[in-house]
């Protein structure tokens, strides 16, 4: 037996208000998570973007101051270098001196260059020749000078001039550079 | 009056008002914070950009330097690196000698800690000073950094002039080629 003029419809739980509110809340926290998502995903990206700068950056570094230690030697080659080829150009230039400072008069034996010092062997016709004209120059240069003379056959004198120098800066002082 | 709300309304409020809730909890606890981490990271990220650009030119302005200077001083660089070898001295120099022997090649002390040095003993003759003056010249284009040593000893021999003297030759130590 009916009581009711219409048929009955089915009640469900879900009704369409709640299928709105759903709807609407799905896109929302679709949408929210899809930007948490990407700014994840960007934030993993910029600390390996991190990493790989840092690292290259160590990179550098270090090739940076490996070069500086290579132009610093380098530097230090080249002023060796320069000290160096100096030195020979005064040597030459000491050696050309002395035997410009022999007069001609007098010849020389024998020579010895010295780091301190020069010894002269040779032969004078009179010992006023050797006075005037060699020993003169020799002083100037020298700081102690000691001359010896010995009689030749011929009349003439055979002589040793030993010279020495006490000052560092003279021409016949070897730089004491080495010795450091 | 009383109002009356039925169940479902009842039901679809307490939903609305649970995803409200964890839609502003969400978008307040988790993502604005993420947010800020990206802008940071995303500003961090270019600071180490730019100061990797920095890097990059110093390095480059470096390293054409270093090339420059590898450029200018690579006679010297060489030099330094060549080993001693008698033979080819006794051929590069016997043009400014009647003879050119050479003797006793010994190791000495390091020279500025990055130099090792040889001391190399001479014996020669030579027709007049010129050709030792020019032999200095000489060993200032050589192909290796030598300095010509005191003490020198010339000593006359009829028409010629025994000389001997000491040369140091310059390498680069060993443990500073290991640096490089």
Redesign the interface.
């Known amino acids: 037996m009916s009581y009711s003029y219409i048929k009955p419809r089915k009640k469900s739980?879900i009704?369409v208000?709640?299928k709105f509110?759903?709807v609407f809340?799905g896109v929302?926290?679709f949408m929210?998570f899809s930007?948490?998502g990407f700014?994840?995903f960007?934030?993993y990206r910029?600390?390996k973007?991190?990493e790989r700068?840092?690292s290259?950056?160590k990179h550098?570094?270090n090739?940076?101051s490996k070069?500086?230690?290579?132009?610093a030697?380098?530097?230090?080659?080249?002023m060796?270098?320069e000290q160096?080829?100096t030195?020979?150009?005064v040597?030459?230039d000491s050696?050309?001196n002395l035997?410009d400072l022999i007069p001609q008069r007098i010849t020389?034996?024998?020579?010895?260059?010295?780091?301190n010092g020069l010894i002269l062997y040779g032969i004078t016709p009179t010992k006023d020749v050797y006075n005037f004209m060699l020993q003169a120059p020799l002083r100037s240069i020298f700081t102690k000078t000691y001359s010896s003379f010995y009689p030749e056959k011929n009349g003439w004198l055979r002589f040793v001039s030993t010279n020495y120098v006490e000052v560092e800066n003279d021409m016949?002082v070897?730089e004491n550079?080495?010795e450091? | 009056m009383k109002i009356k709300i039925s169940r479902?309304?009842i039901?679809?409020i307490a939903?609305?008002t649970f995803?409200?809730i964890?839609?502003v909890l969400?978008?307040f606890l988790?993502?604005i914070p993420?947010?800020k981490?990206?802008r940071v990271?995303?500003l961090?990220?270019k600071k180490?950009?730019s100061?990797?650009r920095q890097?990059?030119d110093?390095?480059d302005e470096?390293?054409s330097?270093?090339k420059e200077?590898?450029k200018k001083?690579r006679h010297?660089?060489t030099?330094?690196e060549n080993i001693f070898n008698p033979d080819r001295f006794e051929k590069q120099n016997k043009k400014y000698f009647l003879s050119l022997k050479l003797s006793k090649i010994q190791r000495t002390k390091k020279?500025?800690e990055?130099?090792d040095?040889y001391e190399v003993n001479t014996t020669s003759k030579i027709s007049s000073?010129e050709s030792?003056?020019n032999f200095?010249?000489s060993?200032?284009k050589s192909d290796w950094?030598?300095?010509?040593?005191?003490?020198?000893?010339?000593?006359?021999d009829k028409d010629v002039i025994s000389s001997s003297f000491t040369m140091?030759v310059?390498v680069?130590s060993k443990d500073?080629k290991k640096?490089?």
């Open positions: 739980a009704t208000e709640l509110v759903f809340f929302t926290i929210l930007v948490y700014l994840s960007k934030g910029f600390s973007e991190s700068i840092i290259k950056q550098l570094e090739s940076i070069m500086k230690e290579q132009i030697f380098i530097e230090k080659e080249s060796v270098a160096i080829h030195k020979n150009s040597l030459k050696i050309s035997f020389l034996s024998e020579a010895k260059l010295l780091k016949f070897e550079t080495d450091n | 479902p309304n039901f679809l939903i609305s995803l409200l964890f839609v969400f978008s988790v993502l993420k947010g981490e990206y990271q995303r961090d990220v180490l950009n100061e990797l890097y990059q110093y390095n470096i390293l330097k270093l200077l590898q001083n010297t660089i030099a330094f020279y500025e990055s130099f040095t000073p030792f003056y200095l010249d060993i200032n950094i030598i300095s010509v040593n005191f003490p020198i000893h010339f000593k006359r140091k310059y680069v500073t640096i490089k």
